[in-house]
């Protein structure tokens, strides 16, 4: 997913950073994030990275969280193909469906619990849209967009397309609470998920009073997708993204049934972003904007007649 595909198909550099609000929390905690929704007609979008405070977590540069989205019949997800360089992005749902197509050819419908991973490379066209039969009838959308920066020595790679199917997703229970591995190495699991850095993504569901001891890793940020939750004496409500200072053997407490997404990683140093481009280079972005411009990027196979132009400045 991208900034392009479910939050606003023609927006601008300097509308990525959606507005936020941000307090400090205990020791454990260096920022706490609090989205702004944006409505975009059907449904609306919380952003939480990047914003003006913390750029990155980790190799993490983008995470939106969509939805929960109600469709009429006939109406649904319509993302024209558009591009992007020097990024991976990863598609998690928690409810409905995506049909992904890109200019490598891959067709994939994303269904909750999969992990989608495009590796955008030296570059990379894909559309978003839905089945026809899904759009036939009402349905929901429900999920979580983000983004990883590669590593300057893997940003021009060439493009690829990995999907995992939820049951390939390694599963646990830690003091009783679900968890789900999703990128990266946590509670003596490792996921299948390629990776190019230290990444760590991980999801779980505590019940009411129920603990869980987060795994450490150079930086860390925990979005809570639903419910309360406690670390040490500071209350985090629903929506908003905690991210962590430098402190070890971090313990939630569920207040209310709750959600999390955990994400972090090494720390991946500076990057820009201008539309669905990320790069370390200046220079590179100001190519692919021409190069989108001029048609040089490939079609995605399927979907070749309809495209996003590049945003007027």
């Not at 558009?82 to 197509?101: C, D, K, Q, S, W």
């Not at 991973?117 to 429900?142: F, T």
């Not at 779980?204 to 406690?230: I, S, V, W």
Request: proline letters at 7%.
């Amino acid at each position: 997913m991208t900034s392009t595909d479910l939050s606003n198909p023609d927006q601008q550099n300097d509308d990525l950073e959606h507005e936020c609000e941000f307090s400090n929390g205990c020791d454990a905690i260096k920022l706490i994030i609090t989205p702004r929704a944006t409505d975009l007609g059907e449904f609306s979008v919380r952003r939480t990275l990047p914003n003006r405070q913390c750029k990155t977590v980790g190799p993490w540069i983008f995470f939106d969280h969509m939805g929960p989205a109600e469709f009429a019949a006939g109406s649904g997800i319509n993302v024209r193909p558009h591009p992007h360089i020097n990024l991976a992005t990863v598609t998690y749902l928690f409810e409905g469906e995506i049909l992904h197509r890109d200019s490598l050819g891959s067709l994939q419908t994303i269904t909750p619990g999969d992990i989608n991973l495009m590796v955008a490379g030296s570059g990379i066209v894909h559309s978003e849209r839905e089945r026809p039969e899904l759009k036939q009838q009402p349905h929901r959308l429900h999920g979580l967009q983000l983004w990883l920066a590669l590593p300057v020595e893997f940003e021009e790679i060439a493009p690829a397309f990995y999907h995992y199917p939820s049951a390939m997703i390694p599963a646990t229970t830690v003091n009783e609470v679900p968890v789900r591995v999703l990128i990266g190495s946590a509670y003596g699991m490792t996921s299948p998920v390629k990776t190019y850095s230290e990444t760590l993504y991980l999801e779980a569901e505590l019940q009411p009073g129920q603990t869980l001891q987060l795994p450490d890793t150079e930086e860390r940020a925990l979005y809570l997708a639903k419910g309360t939750l406690q670390i040490k004496d500071q209350l985090i409500e629903e929506f908003n993204m905690v991210i962590f200072a430098a402190a070890k053997g971090v313990t939630i407490q569920a207040v209310s049934h709750c959600r999390i997404a955990l994400i972090g990683g090494s720390a991946i140093g500076q990057r820009f972003i201008d539309w669905n481009f990320v790069s370390s280079r200046k220079d590179r972005i100001a190519q692919a904007k021409q190069d989108w411009q001029d048609g040089k990027f490939p079609k995605v196979v399927g979907d070749e007649l309809e495209f996003i132009p590049l945003p007027k400045i």
